[in-house]
């Protein structure tokens, strides 16, 4: 067993990594549709597989998403201005090996069926229940809104890349009932079905070594991080340390 810290930044890149090995993803960025919905994490997402198909070089995650958390002392942007989707570029769509460029989920899913695949990130993990949840500030619950019927209705695969440091406790359904209630504030919450991939599966599908998390959290950089356990075969736990080694000096995700 050998024993290693991750950062959220890190974490981010190794799910990307995590992604790019996933079998159910490869197959569909052959011949099928992936849409890759904006989100910070969902950033490294694109970048790891638009590298796959020699396609990532004008790609850029830096304004990637459609809102985004920052801390309480600094609710607005360097700039100034509020986090807003200025210079959005899009979801990146993965039609048939060629990068859709310019389009969203609003434009790919009424032509998305049974084999593709729908990369959403989320808000919450519990990692007891293998499940997911994400905040919901549109009135028409925004880019999760329109997938579910996709999932629902078509067997469009749906994976949820999310980090670990979203991890909550309790069961998703009683707090979204909790927060979600009339006469609530702020954001609402949805659980919501699909495949949970966190740095945990990524290192289990890129070296075939089983990871846990046993500690958390740090100072200077490493706040946020968590201490991870991994064991395996020889060489798997080898692969697992050479990998999470490349790792190590992942900047922090800015805007």
Request: a neutral charge.
């Amino acid at each position: 067993m050998k024993q290693f810290s991750l950062t959220p930044a890190a974490g981010k890149r190794l799910i990307g990594k995590g992604m790019a090995g996933h079998p159910e993803v490869l197959s569909a960025l052959k011949g099928k549709t992936i849409v890759i919905i904006a989100g910070t994490t969902n950033g490294y997402v694109a970048e790891e597989l638009l590298a796959l198909i020699g396609q990532a070089d004008e790609f850029r995650r830096e304004r990637f998403f459609r809102g985004i958390v920052l801390p309480p002392s600094q609710p607005t942007l360097p700039s100034g201005r509020f986090p807003d989707e200025s210079g959005f570029p899009g979801d990146v769509v993965i039609q048939k090996g060629i990068w859709q460029k310019g389009k969203t989920i609003f434009d790919a899913v009424d032509e998305l069926k049974e084999g593709d695949v729908i990369l959403k990130g989320a808000n919450a993990v519990d990692l007891e229940s293998r499940r997911a949840a994400i905040l919901i500030g549109h009135p028409q619950a925004g880019t999760i809104g329109v997938s579910l019927p996709a999932y629902y209705g078509r067997r469009v695969r749906l994976i949820i890349p999310v980090g670990l440091e979203k991890r909550v406790y309790g069961n998703l359904d009683d707090l979204a009932c909790e927060i979600n209630r009339p006469g609530a504030h702020g954001p609402r919450l949805l659980p919501v079905p699909g495949e949970v991939v966190t740095e945990l599966e990524a290192i289990g599908l890129l070296t075939g070594a089983k990871a846990k998390i046993i500690a958390a959290g740090g100072v200077s950089g490493a706040e946020g991080s968590v201490w991870l356990s991994v064991c395996g075969k020889p060489d798997q736990e080898e692969r697992a340390a050479v990998l999470l080694q490349s790792l190590v000096s992942e900047p922090a995700f800015k805007i």
